[in-house]
């Protein structure tokens, strides 16, 4: 495990690395900053005189290696809109972007699993067919036509949930900005969190039916079937056990599409998380503020890749982690 850990710490370093460049290179193709941060009348003098204070005018590898030394002290600069530093701005947004994903990974794991385990045990009943028909049309629908859809029914026809906005908030220990504590956040945070659960959910139904159907096959199910065990224990203990090894590791793949999708969702409900405030940057060209968002994202990215490898341990022992190449 130690030696596990000791590669995993030397990957992130790597990837890391690599985040920071890209991030860093992303500065110079957005525009011209100094446009965004002065009116048409400053002069081309005062402009050039900014760009001097910025750092713009130096080359490019005394840039990174100026970028690269105070991302490591975790100063990412200062962002050119808000006037503070960009990690600071971010980091106000992190709560509803992770209470979002949060409300969206629980509506995946409720949903999915139970529709593809009963999808796997009858494939030839009218239930399996209908699950597998809505996901495979859950699956060619993109994600803005759903919370358009969503909203239409559940804002405009039906008024049971509101259609932007994270509602009434509260802030926790101090730092932490929550909507769960309020029947109003909860009530906000419905819409969005079930848009972006419905875009990754039927991949899940269908994944698991596949899997389990495979696994219900095995000569250990059959030896349970023997032994005489209850058939929800064969399903959902011994069966599902095994499914969900493959799906635990497609679940970290798909954590890039995850945050992909916030940024629509957080966009379309005006949800004030990370994606909107990077959809923000962008139209800006706040680069410290963009750069910020990738580092921190890729920082996410790595430790969420972490964990699913550890999960995929625990959930069998006896998997090496190093068969894996980690």
């Known amino acids: 495990m130690l030696q596990f850990l000791f590669r995993r710490v030397i990957q992130a370093i790597i990837v890391m690395v690599v985040i920071s460049i890209i991030s860093f290179l992303v500065q110079g193709r957005l525009g011209d900053p100094v446009h965004q941060m002065v009116s048409q009348t400053v002069s081309v003098e005062d402009r050039e005189r900014i760009r001097d204070e910025l750092g713009l005018n130096d080359s490019l590898m005394d840039q990174y290696i100026r970028f690269a030394k105070k991302a490591v002290t975790g100063d990412l600069g200062v962002s050119y809109y808000y006037k503070e530093p960009a990690l600071d701005v971010i980091l106000r947004k992190v709560p509803a972007t992770l209470e979002l994903s949060f409300s969206a990974i629980v509506l995946i794991i409720v949903i999915s699993i139970p529709c593809g385990v009963i999808a796997a045990i009858k494939p030839k009943s009218l239930i399996s067919k209908a699950l597998m028909f809505f996901s495979g049309i859950g699956l060619s629908v993109p994600i803005f036509i759903i919370a358009i859809f969503l909203v239409y029914f559940f804002s405009v026809e039906w008024q049971i949930a509101p259609s932007f906005g994270r509602g009434e908030t509260e802030v926790i220990f101090s730092f932490w900005e929550t909507g769960f504590t309020s029947w109003d956040g909860l009530q906000h945070l419905f819409l969005p969190s079930l848009s972006l659960a419905l875009a990754l959910m039927p991949l899940f139904v269908r994944l698991i039916r596949s899997e389990m159907m495979e696994v219900l096959q095995s000569e250990y199910i059959k030896f349970a079937w023997a032994k005489g065990l209850s058939p929800m224990r064969i399903y959902f203990v011994h069966a599902l056990k095994n499914t969900l090894l493959p799906i635990i590791t497609v679940a970290g793949i798909q954590a890039g599409t995850l945050v992909a999708y916030t940024i629509l969702t957080e966009t379309i409900f005006q949800w004030p998380g990370m994606g909107f405030l ?23 990215f790595v430790i969420t890749n972490t964990l699913v490898d550890l999960i995929y341990g625990l959930v069998n022992p006896t998997v090496r982690l190093s068969s894996h190449g980690l």
């Open 278 to 300: 990077f959809w923000d940057a962008i139209s800006r060209v706040d680069t410290p503020l963009i750069s910020a968002y990738l580092m921190v994202v890729g920082a996410m």
